[in-house]
């Protein structure tokens, strides 16, 4: 159903109201969406005033990259959420990372004195960060099961469970011995049990086509 309206977003500018029913549910799943894609826009633009303010070259392909290291404490429960999960896996990016560089000194230091590195399976590419960024790894069938209308956590954690410990059993995956909606990482600091509930409702952030104009209509600035 559509309504014809003039409308004000800050600024003078008239705009169409269109109005869809997309229910109470999936309103609150737009706001969401909405509130994400601000504060990712946000960071984006405090990136870059950081990067102009210490006097960095503007390169337009890597103007919202900023290199700041930032070791998280690597987080366990006894039975872990998605929030565990996403900082963990940065744990995960960042020892892959230090692991390589010091491997790669190691190998260079050696090879400078002329002594023979006999330790080729140090360093690498970590299997636990393969398990979550491979195509069909963990993430991808995140977004996959969030983008499907009758998506759930019940049916992820299958998918999950299906993939990686049922055919071709991955080295860093298991299942949970306690329930069947439980999964577990073997991060390399420990085992992990991660509960799936509320996985697909957090990933959710599709932002619909009309929210774009409403917000370039704005009369503030920063939006």
């Known amino acids: 159903m559509k309504r014809h309206a003039h409308m004000h977003c800050g600024g003078a500018l008239d705009l169409t109201l269109m109005v869809l029913h997309v229910g109470f549910r999936g309103t609150l799943q737009q706001r969401d969406?909405?509130?994400?894609?601000?504060?990712?826009?946000?960071?984006?633009?405090?990136?870059?005033?950081?990067?102009?303010?210490?006097?960095?070259?503007?390169?337009?392909?890597?103007?919202?990259?900023?290199?700041?290291?930032?070791v998280c404490g690597f987080q366990n429960a006894e039975v872990a959420s998605f929030d565990h999960l996403c900082v963990n896996y940065w744990n995960e990016k960042?020892?892959?990372?230090?692991?390589?560089?010091?491997?790669?000194?190691?190998?260079?230091?050696?090879?400078?004195?002329?002594?023979p590195w006999d330790r080729p399976n140090i360093g690498g590419p970590n299997p636990c960060v393969e398990l979550f960024e491979s195509k069909g790894g963990l993430l991808s069938m995140l977004?996959?099961?969030?983008?499907?209308?009758?998506?759930?956590?019940?049916?992820?954690?299958?998918?999950?469970?299906?993939?990686?410990?049922?055919?071709?059993?991955?080295?860093?995956?298991?299942?949970?011995?306690?329930?069947?909606?439980?999964?577990?990482?073997?991060?390399?600091v420990e085992d992990v049990?991660?509960?799936?509930?509320?996985?697909?409702?957090?990933?959710?952030?599709?932002?619909?086509?009309?929210i774009g104009p409403l917000l370039a209509a704005s009369g503030n600035s920063l939006l």
């Open 94 to 115: 960042v020892h892959e990372f230090f692991t390589d560089r010091t491997v790669t000194s190691h190998v260079e230091t050696y090879k400078a004195e002329g002594l």
């Open 143 to 188: 977004e996959e099961e969030a983008s499907l209308p009758r998506g759930s956590d019940a049916k992820l954690v299958s998918r999950f469970h299906s993939a990686f410990a049922d055919s071709g059993p991955h080295k860093s995956y298991s299942r949970s011995r306690r329930k069947n909606d439980l999964f577990v990482i073997r991060h390399f």
């Open 33 to 70: 969406a909405m509130a994400k894609e601000l504060y990712s826009k946000l960071l984006d633009w405090l990136i870059s005033r950081v990067n102009s303010s210490a006097g960095q070259p503007v390169n337009p392909n890597n103007a919202t990259n900023i290199s700041i290291l930032d």
């Open 193 to 210: 049990s991660y509960s799936v509930d509320g996985f697909v409702e957090k990933a959710k952030d599709a932002v619909p086509p009309q």
